[in-house]
Nanobody
Framework: QVQLAESGGGLVQAGGSLRLSCTTS????????MGWFRQAPGKERDFVAA????????TYADSVKGRFTISRNDAATTVYLQMNSLKPEDTAVYYC???????????????????WGQGTQVTVSS
């Protein structure tokens, strides 16, 4: 089992920045990838960014490319999402997710992930 806990959400004006954190615990040695998703009211949960744990390769949704950066600390216990140049359309609940080693290679679909955090609200005002 892997436990995930997000933090760092809040209210920010358009053009501002926030950094989300996702702290991991449990059997993290079996992690293949970590991802960030977001869900706005009445909408589906959408892919934002992902990092393959072995090698650190990153992938981003087109809507956030160049503005958001996914990273991790040296101990690989915390995943970050640095969000710059925020827009009102970035408003959503943001979730981090973990994919088990051997569970697959896709990272874009919520079904690719095995563990989820509780989410943190990000609100961008215009």
């Amino acid at each position: 089992q892997v436990q995930l806990a997000e933090s760092g959400g809040g209210l920010v004006q358009a053009g501002g920045s926030l950094r989300l954190s996702c702290t991991t615990s449990g059997r993290t040695s079996t992690t293949h990838a970590m991802g960030w998703f977001r869900q706005a009211p009445g909408k589906e949960r959408d892919f934002v960014a992902a990092m393959r744990w072995n090698g650190g390769r990153t992938t981003y949704a087109d809507s956030v490319k160049g503005r958001f950066t996914i990273s991790r600390n040296d101990a690989a216990t915390t995943v970050y999402l640095q969000m710059n140049s925020l827009k009102p359309e970035d408003t959503a609940v943001y979730y981090c997710a973990a994919q088990r080693l051997g569970a697959g290679t896709g990272v874009f679909d919520p079904g690719d992930y095995d563990y989820w955090g509780q989410g943190t609200q990000v609100t961008v005002s215009s």
